[in-house]
């Protein structure tokens, strides 16, 4: 991708922010841009809520003006989107499809049917419902994009990843989209965190831990895995074995919120059952497999993970929305620390100042063996000045893979039902995931209609 | 396949049946044989059962006595396979592995976990353990088919279908083998007689009930449908709301064995959730599909079904046995009519006395699209002079390719499993059936362990 | 491909005909339906040449009026081709691209360096020429089709038949169009006269032999050949081997036109060469092959075939001018015997009145390995009520495919220069074409020039 | 590849040598590894001529020796290939396959039918008879190396590459290997030199030029390049654009041997006909091409190449025979400086000690559109610890593709020729090389026949 000459001025980049109302994202975005001197010019907030962009604008200038910001960023919300994306070099895509009304929806009305979610924003009844939100959203994304800034790189936050790149392909083939998460990450952290505790090596950073991944966002596993030269698949194998009751919590891990800690329960039974290692959070991982580890909430913390309520998120959210405002008023400062985020590093990749491999998510022309062509799935790739480009990682042994193809065309439906408001064909998407095997029949079906009903505001013209 | 020149003698032809001892399938090839004059040879029946070769045998020359027979035919029992093979012009594949106690761990052993089964000898856990039995046989018969004829035709009638040719294909992938069922037949009689009900045109034969089939053997679909000029999808539809509640029984079909009865409801409930049309008898759709038609027994009513149970299996091969012995003392005579099956059409068809299409089970080239090639796919082909050649029959919409290709991953584990004796890859596969799902996975356990131990006589080096 | 519901009355058909002016083929087409009773309704006649197409609907409607005339239709000349093709159930295509005197161009300017044709219609300098006057045009017909008759089945026969083909496709993926060649006729019936001379066996008809077709229109192989149940192959071989020299002439064949005479020379050395044999007529197969069978005048004349000039084909048109004005004058009579074209046998499989197999051009989707997924081929397939499924007829070995390819991408560059007016890329592909490599490259680019000069009245952009 | 964990001791390697008497690429290995502080350990040298061989294993010895030599080794001589290969860990393959006297035959045979050839070892039909003795000679090397070394890692040095590694994948498909060459690199240099002079940019290290390679070995395209953030297509587009007479000589390259001497005259003009960078030397890319660069030797002049003769060969070779004794004798010391080639740099990534990008020559898996699977392709790939990764490389525009498929499709015949001593098919290959399009088909007849001859003390069996 990416083939036509692109000769951006790291030093004037114009960057558009879809969702710059964001509260998490946007300081992350903000101090990491701040601490990276190669790069400088304008972000662009564009969204629906105007009021939370122009805060944001007020930080990312405040943090501008500080002498410890080494790039320096004018920060400009916008109405509408048009404004924010004409003659942008790269788009930031990171929304909530919806409000914590819709969330609340997803994630406990399946619980009347006995359907416990650990996230509910990918796969799931509520992952499903959720999707079908967002595809209108990013189908209305993918064309102010071909029509404002056909030539720009998105990157995308929004979960759900996978439905949120297949739509922006679908709907304009010729962008230059990829997604990133950080999941991965938590794998490489905590098999940082073995090799201190159990070979004595520490100090290791996470992006010394090479790996190959391979999957669907969320759902990824790795089956090759080193540090320099050692192999450390046997490391992992020895501490699933050894931790297999208690679980193994990584450094920093113990002292995590204990709503994300991940103990590694679920990937360590993966890991039996499959001999492959899991690569996102075993909250991710409940959610792809058939009932097992979500049975009901006592098996969730019997693997040692718990059950992310949308009061919880509530109450996390107005800390967070507290924070913003004292920072805005001055009383708090924005602390300039990397974020471990890889968006910047990206952003200076593709303009040609330092290579490197991570993993992404794309279109699949070929990286995994077995997953259709142009569905999306999570592998490395380079990047490199203007070009992202999958290594082939291989494919999944039959049985994974098995699990795995279940959600590709799950998804698939869901994505193709979102945008030709097909209630049938999602329906048919929704019984068919794993969670819903605990429903019958016909609870399922009441079950869909009163999250359809639930959502309806987000879903115009069903 | 086949594109060596092949000019074999239609009067002095070699067939060799393995399971020549069977009840059923031994009567259908004599009374086919016995009424089609440009055809005539040496039949050679192996049976790991002798003696029962022997009485085959013995009906076939009396038949061949006959007045009324115009093919002619010298039937042998053989004591070894080879035997049986060399020289062979065409292989007739059809046995039962393992014995009615292996099928009543399979059939039954589930239903202490809440899991029914309406046959059991294709998917569901009945059919998978079915499965790891036969992948032994069938891996033996390859390789002496290798040895001994690797140029015959080789016709397989055995259940579970789909494993029986991926394990011929893989262990000898030279072979030319094809798959044949009749399941098809029923829902191309179910229409014909609803052309006589509904339009009012009597006396149509089945194949005159042209179908595009595609999917998995037992698991097959039409998404077209003709008799002549009439588009015959639309007649469907009429019917499937015409007898929502009460199901449709094609003629000669009220007074079919309650056992095997089908009245279409699943079908009709499948054409309004899927809008294509499930190509086998329901109960065999029911097994293949996410429980709602086999919640329990009950649901399995509602949608005009029944359990067939081992029992009832028993009862019935003893009046079979009965009145081949009869046969055999001339008390009763084999009738010559025609049996519908199609065998002895295809026999003629390969030497080149007459091409015709008809569905098939072959490994996937590009005659479905969307599965993995190489994997068994049931569709239509062209038989001709030493030919057969599939025609391509597009693909499944998303939903429905979800449901299929859960199976074909689960057989190819399975199939797998069985060459190379790995009982988790096995289990994996097991847990992963959508009539698993209604049991813990805890259970699921207990249960793959106690049918393993039921089946361990037929799965020798476990 | 065609999955609506399509019930067209047989009775009542309206047939648009693209190049309804033109000499040849309205003839064909009004004697076929004049002799074949199952059919009635319209025929529209649309071409640039009106007075042509009036001349022709006089003919048909004569024709009609005839007590010997079975089929009854009504023929209209249109003056538009959105009246031709409104409400169309089938389209047919036959056009000559240009005149004369751009054929002229095509076929004789090269040899001024050296490079000689026989036909200079399909490859070569000329075929690749006259492929870009052709491509507007069904790039015309194409947005027209989409247009006013979408569903309408499409049967193609005019000559460069790939690209015509690719070109409807391109445009308008969704076309239900194929097409028809009887190249692949003489083949069969010089073998079925080999059959006669070399095995007594007498009155076998040209579609009693089994072949098994695959490649380029023009540049088809047959890997598979039977009649009944003897394999053909071997007789082909006895006849190469024993007609090396002199050349094989069918029944009929000697008293051919000796500018068409097919004396099996070219394919006899092919078949020494590859094991193949060519499905095509000499003339055809020597251009798609490096120089060896068309070095010059001279050697053509050593393999038997002769150079079609223009010259001869001006003569031969004027008789064919008066002999269709004796017809409209009543001088003459139209005989209406069976023209041997299956046009009419199509549309009455599509109709679903009577399924057949033949050749035909479609794009592949699967029907030949190693060729490009879209790209045309020429196969075998079923024709049936409202479908034509290729059947699946394997790969070429990897030497025969080599030369195939090549004309692939060749063809698929002219259709794009053709489609983008890239003259660059027109001029790759006429420089990669076989012919071309007995021509300096100098050379090359003089005679491109020229012969696009030409051609430039149909080229309007370039 | 390389799935088992692999955990080698980087200080005790063993390196196997085929080929381990060759002049020049021994003399490299001992250099690159003598400078090489990480690694240490065993070299075996396997040759056919023992005692040049012996002759290596001194001067390499005579290396580890010296002060300055970091990495130490031992070099040992082996008399048989199984005691070289028994537990290496990499295996090095750099052969001569025949002698001079057949070389010579390669390149000048086919002079007399006025065929000329540059290099005469990759394709052409100088690099297809070369091919046919190699086909044997690495067929063997398989069979020894899935007998004494299955999981070595196996690097190929010896021409034709692409012919080399499809044997060893044929032959051994489970094999490790991936095959090493330089030309690109001449590219890059070039292009850092264009910089130095077109843009004042200086010291730029070739590997700094960033290349997307795609292509067969030794007509390699690159369709993306960059240095830093600099777009470098619009650098050559210029450079080509000015020095289109002269030709563009790179830093060093004005005093290289004439021989070997490329002006880039050739490129140039590939890029103004097809927009594609060609990234192979001149000399190279001439003999992929359809004449017009090799018409005879005036043309490869006014292209600014010259074409290789045997005698140049020879007297050089002899020079390099006379400083090899030299060495040994103490004569002359061996210079200790990075030879340019990455071997050693791959090693060190194999075992987990730097990840690195380069471009590589391995069985397509998909890294190229368009090229069957499982032939052999060169692009960019991932080094690190036990994994060769390609990168997805995107595929050739239609005409340039077009060029390519020829010659994979010519060698995938060559390779199945050798394999199977099919002569005939041989030749087909032969015939079909777009440097025989000169010769008429019958001289190319004698010719093959000749070339056959001069090296059949090669090809035993045909």
């Known amino acids: 991708m990416g083939n036509q000459s692109n000769n951006v001025d790291a030093k004037n980049l114009v960057i558009a922010y879809l969702g710059g109302g964001s509260l998490g994202w946007a300081n992350v975005l ?4 701040a601490m990276e001197e190669q790069l400088s010019g304008t972000v662009r907030l564009y969204d629906i809520d105007y009021e939370s962009a122009c805060l944001n604008a007020k930080i990312g200038n405040m943090v501008t003006a500080r002498a ?9 919300a916008t109405k509408t ?4 994306l004409t003659g942008a070099d790269f788009i930031v895509a990171s929304i909530l499809p919806g409000t914590f009304k819709e969330m609340h929806s997803d994630v406990h009305t399946p619980e009347k049917y006995g359907v416990y979610q650990s996230v509910g ?3 799931g009844p509520g992952g499903l419902i959720r999707s079908l939100r967002t595809v209108p959203m990013y189908e209305e994304f993918a064309l102010n994009i071909k029509k404002y800034a056909p030539d720009a790189w998105v990157i995308n936050y929004t979960n759900p990843m996978t439905v949120c790149m297949r739509t922006l392909y679908k709907v304009f083939p010729e962008i230059k989209a990829f997604g990133c998460c950080h999941e991965v990450f938590g794998l490489q952290k905590s098999v940082a965190s073995m090799l201190s505790d159990y070979r004595g090596i520490k100090n290791v950073e996470r992006d010394e831990i090479n790996v190959n991944v391979l999957g669907l ?3 990824t596993w790795v089956d090759k895995m080193s540090y320099k030269d050692m192999d450390l698949i046997p490391l992992f194998a ?3 074995e050894k931790c297999n009751d208690s679980g193994y919590l990584g450094k920093g891990e113990e002292n995590a919120n204990s709503v994300f800690r991940d103990n590694n329960l679920v990937k360590f039974d993966l890991y039996k059952r499959y001999g492959l290692i899991g690569a996102a959070g075993d909250r991710h991982l409940a959610e792809f497999m058939p009932p097992r580890y979500l049975l009901n909430k006592e098996t969730a913390e019997s693997f040692g993970f718990a059950l992310t309520t949308v009061d919880w998120r509530i109450g996390d959210r107005k800390k967070v929305v507290e924070r913003r405002m004292a920072i805005v008023n001055g009383k708090e400062n924005l602390s300039l620390t990397m974020t471990g985020e890889e968006g910047t590093k990206m952003i200076k990749a593709l303009l040609g100042l330092g290579d490197f491999v ?3 998510n794309l279109p699949n022309n070929m990286q995994m063996d077995g997953i259709p062509k142009g569905t999306v799935v999570e592998t490395n790739a380079l990047f490199s000045k203007d070009s992202v480009r999958p290594l082939y990682a291989g494919g999944l042994p039959d049985d994974v893979q098995n699990l795995t193809i279940r959600h590709v065309y799950n998804q698939e439906c869901i994505v193709e039902a979102g ?3 097909n209630r049938q064909l999602a329906f048919n998407a929704f019984v068919n995931d794993p969670q819903m095997s605990k429903a019958d029949y016909e609870d399922a079906k009441k079950l869909f209609d009163e999250m359809i009903e639930n959502t309806k505001k987000y879903i115009p013209g069903w």
Chains 1, 2, 3, 4 share one sequence.
């Open 419 to 421: 945008l030709t408001k």
């Open 81 to 84: 989107i048009g404004e924010a």
């Open 217 to 219: 966002n969320h759902f």
């Open 121 to 123: 924003d990918t796969v």
């Open 68 to 76: 410890d910001s080494k790039g320096k960023w004018e920060y400009i």
């Open 358 to 360: 991570s993993n992404v």
């Open 238 to 240: 020895e501490v699933a």
């Open 30 to 33: 903000v101090t990491d841009l």
